[in-house]
């Protein structure tokens, strides 16, 4: 069965600092992944997507980028966190193509202060 | 873009109520997929619709698709404490299919 990993659970980071989320999916290949975010008590927010490696796309302009050095390794960073970064980070797998179901992972918590 | 406006953002019931979450659009929808994400958790998939007028049942869930598939509703008979928690619908979006959500509708029951 498929299954996906991500860590940290949670984080207090300083402002300016850097960000580091790692994400990795067992049993499956080729995976479509995806960084959400979730402010408090807001909706979900695509940040990127990646077809394959070293494959990114971006929804929103913002400070953070993704990377996908392996086919199922998928990671969030920041050179220098911002008070507004703080937030629920989702990594997310689906299958190859459009319209199919998402698997979140667990979720990080991120608080810039 | 395509976005799904979803009603209401919040809603209280006394356990043992129905409840009804509505997700909308103004532009027909290829499907819609509908997540619970319970409180402190990840969203979790529950069901997918694709055909107009489609209806599933999940034990006291039902999901239905528009005729116009412009709308989608998830109605909860009889709710329980377990059924706390956020609803999101989802849509697929755009060539590469990304999902994109509600904002999702927060449940609480009272025992």
């Known amino acids: 069965s498929q299954t996906i990993h991500q860590w940290p659970a949670t984080l207090v980071q300083p402002v300016g600092s850097p960000l580091s989320l790692e994400c990795t999916v067992e049993?499956?290949?080729?995976?479509?992944l995806y960084w959400y975010r979730q402010a408090a008590g807001r909706g979900l927010q695509l940040l990127f997507y990646?077809?394959?490696?070293?494959?990114i796309s971006s929804e929103v302009p913002q400070n953070l980028s993704a990377s996908r050095p392996q086919d199922r390794q998928f990671i969030l960073s920041s050179k220098k966190l911002l008070l507004s970064d703080s937030g629920f980070y989702l990594c997310?797998?689906?299958?190859?193509?459009?319209?199919?179901?998402?698997?979140f992972g667990e979720g990080s918590w991120l608080t810039v202060v | 873009g395509q976005q799904v406006m979803q009603i209401p953002q919040y809603q209280h019931v006394q356990e043992g109520e129905d409840f009804t979450t509505y997700c909308n659009s103004s532009?027909?929808?290829?499907?819609i997929q509908w997540y619970k994400q319970r409180p402190g958790g990840h969203p979790v998939f529950l069901i997918q619709?694709?055909?107009?007028?489609e209806v599933k049942k999940q034990k006291r869930l039902t999901f239905q698709f528009g005729e116009a598939k412009k709308n989608s509703s998830l109605h909860i008979t009889a709710t329980q404490t377990t059924d706390v928690g956020t609803y999101f619908c989802a849509t697929t979006r755009g060539s590469q299919g990304n999902l994109i959500f509600g904002k999702g509708t927060k449940l609480s029951v009272k025992p």
């Open positions: 049993g499956t290949s080729n995976p479509n």
């Open positions: 997310a797998w689906s299958i190859r193509g459009t319209g199919n179901t998402i698997y």
């Open positions: 619709l694709v055909k107009s007028g």
């Open positions: 990646s077809v394959g490696i070293g494959q």
């Open positions: 532009t027909t929808l290829s499907n």
